[in-house]
């Protein structure tokens, strides 16, 4: 499995898969910065994009600020490849992710990785908290 830089020649394929809470004007208008800014990597499967992984800051600290794996590609270690990526390239000692408490598998798949939970925000989807995590990568 690859990782590498996306760019624009990539959004056709990651728009078959890109998750609801990114299509909303605002949040593509970012997203497309994001893209063109160099913030997003894709994991590749073949030459296929699989999955892409969008990371910014947070207080400092790298942040996954979305992750995703095309449905016919999951359960193949997609998602541990890009949060390894992250862990890898982190600015600091620490990585931080997050995700609604509702999403089973997300949080699977960061306990599955060796992240820990550190924190809950409320107020942003309401019943459904932001639950946030943390990895020190050794
Ligand atoms: C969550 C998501 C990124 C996982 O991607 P993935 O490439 O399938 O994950 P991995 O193959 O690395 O999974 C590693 C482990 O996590 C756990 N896991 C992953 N998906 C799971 C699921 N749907 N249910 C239960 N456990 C799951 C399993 O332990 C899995 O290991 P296994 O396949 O050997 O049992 C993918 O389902 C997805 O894109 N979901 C929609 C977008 C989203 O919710 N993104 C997260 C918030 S930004």
Same mark, same amino acid.
């Given at each position: ?7 624009? =020649? =990539? ?16 949040? &593509?208008? !970012? #997203?497309? &910065?994001?893209? &063109? ?5 894709? @994991? ?7 999955? #892409?992984?969008?990371l910014?800051l947070f #207080?400092g600290h790298t942040f ?7 449905? /016919?590609? &999951? !359960? /193949?270690? *997609? @998602?541990?490849?890009?949060?390894? *990526?992250a862990? !890898?390239n982190a600015l600091t000692d620490r990585v #931080? ?7 089973? @598998?997300? *949080?699977?798949?960061?306990? /599955?990785?060796?992240? !820990? ?5 409320? =107020? ?15």
């Open positions: 499995m690859n990782v590498r830089a996306a760019g624009a =020649d =990539d959004l056709g394929a990651i728009d078959e898969f890109v998750p609801a809470f990114l299509q909303p004007p605002y949040k &593509r208008g !970012r #997203f497309l &910065r994001a893209l &063109r800014d160099g913030e997003v990597v894709v @994991a590749l499967d073949g030459s296929s994009v699989a999955g #892409f992984m969008w910014n #207080f996954v600020n979305a992750l995703a794996v095309a449905p /016919r590609h &999951r !359960r /193949r270690g *997609h @998602a541990g490849t890009l949060l390894a *990526h862990e !890898r #931080f992710t997050s995700t609604n408490a509702s999403n089973a @598998a997300m *949080h699977a798949v960061l306990k /599955r990785y060796g992240w !820990r939970r550190c924190g809950e925000v409320d =107020d942003l989807d309401p019943g459904d908290p932001e639950v946030v995590y943390v990895k020190y990568p050794s």
